[in-house]
């Protein structure tokens, strides 16, 4: 199944099937990007990151990609479990000390 | 290696009461942030502290809002006066240096103002 974050916050995928999270970042000068898990109640939790100088990042299970001709960035959850769920956010870094976070999906599984 | 740790998790203020909320870094790490996050929202950074330094504090409220980090102890975001409008998750995060980008959150604190 795929989302496009702001626009379909909420992402419902069968258990085995892979996720792709969608997220549009906002400044072009961003060199820096992270994607972030949240369950509930619970702070966010690293999951993968990229640079601005890469368009493909791969980790265990999950994959990044970064198009930045367009602003966009996406999460690939390969075989997705029942554990993936919760809330998924993009977080952009540029120059300043902050980084920006996007509104977040939420991804629940069914098993 | 302990986390980032934060204090209370949950509390509760009335209208017009103060509120502290605690933030400890993990050991080794001296920069901390600061992020208030309304349900079902994404995270909205407030203030960024190193030790006994506020280094940016564009993300924060001008009135009743102040956030300080000691020398010794934790970092506190202090809200005076708090208003409904204030009830949120607040979310501490640290890292170990300057230009380091990756930033560990710790479990927020969840005000509730009555």
């Known amino acids: 199944g795929e989302s496009v974050g702001l626009h379909l916050p909420t992402l419902s995928v069968q258990e085995g099937d892979n996720s792709i999270i969608n997220c549009a970042y906002s400044?072009?000068?961003?060199?820096?990007f992270i994607w972030y898990k949240q369950e509930s109640g619970k702070g966010p939790q690293f999951i993968i990151d990229?640079?601005?100088?890469?368009d493909k990042r791969q980790g265990q299970r999950v994959t990044v990609l970064l198009n930045k001709t367009v602003k966009h960035l996406s999460l690939q959850i390969a075989a997705t479990q029942p554990g993936d769920s919760a809330v998924y956010f993009c977080?952009?870094?540029?120059?300043?000390?902050?980084?920006?976070f996007g509104a977040g999906t939420r991804l629940t599984v069914k098993p | 290696n302990a986390g980032v740790m934060q204090n209370p998790r949950h509390l509760v203020r009335r209208r017009g009461q103060e509120a502290r909320l605690r933030c400890s870094p993990m050991?080794?790490?001296?920069?901390v942030y600061w992020y208030r996050q309304l349900p079902e929202e994404g995270l909205k950074f407030m203030v960024y502290?190193?030790?006994?330094?506020?280094?940016?504090e564009s993300g924060m409220p001008k009135e009743r809002f102040s956030a300080e980090f000691p020398k010794e102890g934790p970092s506190i975001l202090r809200i005076q006066q708090v208003v409904r409008g204030d009830s949120a998750a607040y979310f501490c995060?640290?890292?170990?240096?300057?230009?380091?980008?990756?930033?560990?959150f710790g479990p927020g604190t969840r005000l509730t103002v009555l």
């Open positions: 977080a952009e870094k540029g120059q300043g000390n902050d980084m920006r």
């Open positions: 050991k080794g790490h001296s920069h």
């Open positions: 990229i640079r601005s100088n890469m």
């Open positions: 995060a640290s890292s170990p240096q300057e230009g380091f980008n990756e930033q560990f």
């Open positions: 502290l190193q030790k006994e330094n506020i280094i940016d």
């Open positions: 400044n072009s000068a961003s060199d820096y």
